[in-house]
T-cell receptor, first 111, second 114 residues
Framework: KNEVEQSPQNLTAQEGEFITINCSYS?????LHWLQQHPGGGIVSLFM???GKKKHGRLIATINIQEKHSSLHITASHPRDSAVYIC?????????????FGEGTQLTVNP | AAGVIQSPRHLIKEKRETATLKCYPI?????VYWYQQGPGQDPQFLIS???????DKGSIPDRFSAQQFSDYHSELNMSSLELGDSALYFC?????????????FGPGTRLTVL
C-alpha cells in the first residue's frame, strides 16, 4: 500500500463542473502539498497545508489531520484546468523535508 | 519573482555516458532537493542538501552523485547512464527561515538515454 493514495486516477468533466480530487495518506505529516503538472512536465505548487482550508481563486484545498485526508476542489472548471494534480506529503519523522508523492490524478475538462 | 532554474532543460545521452544536471535555487533558499520522475510514474526523492551538506538521501543509485556549492546551486552527476535513467529530473528549493519550509519546483530537466 502506498503511503499516499489519490482518487480518482482519471477524471473527465465538462466545463463548468465542480471537481473534487481526494488524497489519503498513512503516515504522520508536517505538511501536505497540492501540485499541478502540465503535459510539458513542469510542476507548480498550488497549495501547502498543515491544517484547515485554503482558497486561491477557483481552487480550494482542505485537510483533515485526524482522518489523514485532503481534498482539492475546483469550482467552475475550465479546459485550461486540464492537467495532472498531485498530492505530496512531508513526513513528521523525516529529516530533510523530503516529499512523498501520490500517483496523481489526470484531469481532463472538455469544453 | 525569481524561480528555481534548471539547466539544461533537455538532454540526450548515449548509454554509458555521463550527464550533469544543474539547479539554481530561489535566492536566499538554503535547501535543494532532487526528484526523479520516470515515464508515467510519480516523482521519487533522490537526495537533498542543506547549507552545502547532504541532509537526506533517498533512492539515488550509486552511479549518481550530487553536491551543493557555496552559492547554493546544486549539481547532479550521473555516470554510466542506463536506459532506465531516462526521466524528468526535478529540483526544488526551500528556506528553513520559512516556518513552513515550502518547496518550490524548477521546470525540470528531461533526460533521454539512447
Amino acid at each position: 500500500k502506498n503511503e499516499v493514495e489519490q482518487s480518482p486516477q482519471n477524471l473527465t468533466a465538462q466545463e463548468g463542473e465542480f471537481i473534487t480530487i481526494n488524497c489519503s495518506y498513512s503516515v504522520g505529516i508536517s505538511a501536505l502539498h497540492w501540485l499541478q503538472q502540465h503535459p510539458g512536465g513542469g510542476i507548480v505548487s498550488l497549495f501547502m497545508l498543515s491544517s484547515g482550508k485554503k482558497k486561491h481563486g477557483r481552487l480550494i484545498a482542505t485537510i483533515n489531520i485526524q482522518e489523514k485526508h485532503s481534498s482539492l476542489h475546483i469550482t467552475a472548471s475550465h479546459p485550461r484546468d486540464s492537467a495532472v494534480y498531485i498530492c505530496a506529503v512531508r513526513g513528521r519523522e523525516t529529516s530533510g523535508s523530503r516529499l512523498t508523492f501520490g500517483e496523481g490524478t489526470q484531469l481532463t475538462v472538455n469544453p | 519573482a525569481a524561480g528555481v532554474i534548471q539547466s539544461p532543460r533537455h538532454l540526450i545521452k548515449e548509454k554509458r555516458e555521463t550527464a550533469t544536471l544543474k539547479c539554481y535555487p530561489i535566492p536566499r533558499h538554503d535547501t535543494v532537493y532532487w526528484y526523479q520522475q520516470g515515464p508515467g510514474q510519480d516523482p521519487q526523492f533522490l537526495i537533498s542538501f542543506y547549507e552545502k551538506m547532504q541532509s537526506d538521501k533517498g533512492s539515488i543509485p550509486d552511479r549518481f552523485s550530487a553536491q551543493q556549492f557555496s552559492d547554493y546551486h546544486s549539481e547532479l552527476n550521473m555516470s554510466s547512464l542506463e536506459l532506465g535513467d531516462s526521466a524528468l529530473y526535478f529540483c526544488a528549493s526551500s528556506s528553513r527561515d520559512n516556518s513552513y519550509n515550502e518547496q518550490f519546483f524548477g521546470p525540470g530537466t528531461r533526460l533521454t538515454v539512447l
